[in-house]
């Protein structure tokens, strides 16, 4: 069964893959004789294409029928590889290197064949938690290239083979959800999954708590209001970047009573309300509320990006991400007339034209084509985050100041590490200047 790749086969394309995959179903059937895998390139492409769109059909009916979202698109496409690649370096190390290209298309075609189980049990029964997920989609959607793994190279090299592909499986899976390191003193099943009623039944609680603490502004004396938001829980760096900015707008700025925080966190999915359309147009409105004409908002959101969005996804509890219009129409709706928007985050410079305003000045990590820098687990600022809060901010309340000192620390960091250069944007209305200086002559 191992792959022809002598010679071109004469059958097009679309027909060698039909055969491909009848061998594959032959080769899994007890007592039946698999045929041999076309395993030229683009029967290769092929199988791949078939198993992404499967893999990406089970993502979305795994996830309530939402589309896949840009970070499923790249996990997919990231894990289809990382599997292969295991599968084929396993393969030359139980010295079967001739059979890589036929074992990495007939996999292929067993991984679409495993998928499609999955999918069709999925579909009937329900999923419920980590066991759930393991037992009906997990060893569903494995069983059938281990199956053919084993056929192919036989009992002991096939198994091999087989545990070197499930691990690649396997082990993001299990470190995305935290299987391997969950909080001190919570169950793994708790850790890896949120459980969406509670989450949802505290938000109330939570956005009350937040909002029900606010300070009123003193007529005729500009202070500063903030409503911070941290998108992505898969990576604390954003939920430490809200409670940092937070101590730095306290003790620095007097903001001590007008601040309002949005997490989004794996580890704590209790600890804040949620940053969501929803909670961040009522937080916007409270604050709108309690400040004044002559007051000044900072909204600060800090997430992973791409082109006209922030990444706020947190499954199961929130399905979509964050977009641009939609934090326009929720400061718009605010009745806010004087606001800083800060947005951290890769691609953010795509939030300021829907953002522009006189009264407003919108700083952001990157152009509208480009990535920021600096998501680490660990982190406790981004790049763009640290350059400006914590190296910008060091000599100066002016925002305005702090983001051009901003700019050039990330423009000679990114030069020194030989990184493709963030371009972080700074736009300012005609009107928003007078409000900071104004605000800035309190200081003096």
């Not at 009848?22 to 059937?29: D, E, F, I, R």
């Not at 009350?208 to 009123?216: D, F, V």
């Not at 990444?311 to 129409?329: G, K």
């Not at 953010?348 to 084509?369: C, H, M």
Request: proline residues 5%.
């Amino acid at each position: 069964m191992e792959g022809e790749t002598g010679k071109e086969p004469r059958s097009g394309v679309i027909g060698r893959s039909v055969e491909n995959l009848v061998s594959v179903l032959l080769a899994l059937l007890p007592g039946a004789r698999g045929r041999g895998i076309h395993a030229g390139a683009a029967d290769a492409l092929v199988a791949v294409l078939v198993l992404l769109a499967v893999d990406l059909l089970t993502i979305a009916a795994a996830y309530g029928g939402v589309a896949p979202g840009y970070w499923d698109l790249r996990d997919t496409l990231g894990g289809t590889v990382l599997h292969f690649a295991a599968l084929a370096v396993a393969a030359v190390l139980v010295g079967r290197a001739r059979a890589v290209p036929g074992a990495v298309v007939g996999t292929a075609w067993a991984l679409v064949l495993g998928m499609a189980l999955a999918l069709g049990l999925g579909a009937v029964f329900p999923v419920r938690g980590v066991v759930g997920w393991i037992w009906i989609y997990a060893l569903t959607s494995t069983a059938p290239p281990v199956l053919y793994l084993l056929t192919l190279f036989g009992p002991l090299r096939g198994l091999a083979v087989s545990l070197a592909l499930l691990a690649s499986i396997a082990y993001p899976w299990a470190d995305s959800y935290r299987l391997f390191d969950p909080p001190a003193g919570a169950a793994r099943e708790t850790a890896a999954i949120p459980d969406t009623e509670a989450v949802y039944g505290a938000q109330a609680r939570l956005m009350a708590a937040q909002t029900g603490a606010l300070r009123q502004g003193v007529p005729g004396q500009p202070e500063l209001f903030a409503v911070l938001g941290a998108g992505d829980p898969r990576q604390g760096v954003f939920a430490r970047e809200v409670t940092a900015v937070r101590g730095t707008l306290e003790d620095r700025f007097g903001a001590g009573g007008r601040v309002v925080s949005l997490v989004n966190s794996r580890e704590a999915p209790t600890g804040y309300p949620l940053l969501d359309r929803t909670n961040l147009r009522a937080a916007l409105k409270a604050v709108g509320g309690a400040m004044n004409p002559e007051d000044i908002l900072l909204l600060f959101l800090t997430s992973h990006g791409q082109p006209g969005r922030i990444a706020t996804e947190f499954w199961p509890v929130l399905s979509r991400d964050l977009t641009a219009d939609q934090v326009a129409a929720a400061l718009d709706a605010s009745g806010i007339r004087n606001a800083v928007v800060i947005v951290s985050a890769c691609y953010s410079g795509s939030f300021v034209g829907p953002l522009a305003a006189p009264g407003r000045l919108i700083l952001t990590a990157a152009r509208d084509d480009r990535t920021s820098f600096g998501c680490s687990d660990k982190a406790v600022w981004t790049d763009w985050s640290r350059a400006f809060f914590v190296e910008g901010l060091r000599g100066t309340r002016d925002f305005r100041a702090a983001a051009r000192i901003a700019l050039g620390v990330v423009d000679r960091s990114e030069t020194e590490r030989k990184l493709p250069h963030s371009k972080p944007q700074i736009s300012q209305g005609e009107e928003i200047g007078g409000a900071l200086d104004a605000w800035l002559a309190t200081f003096d």
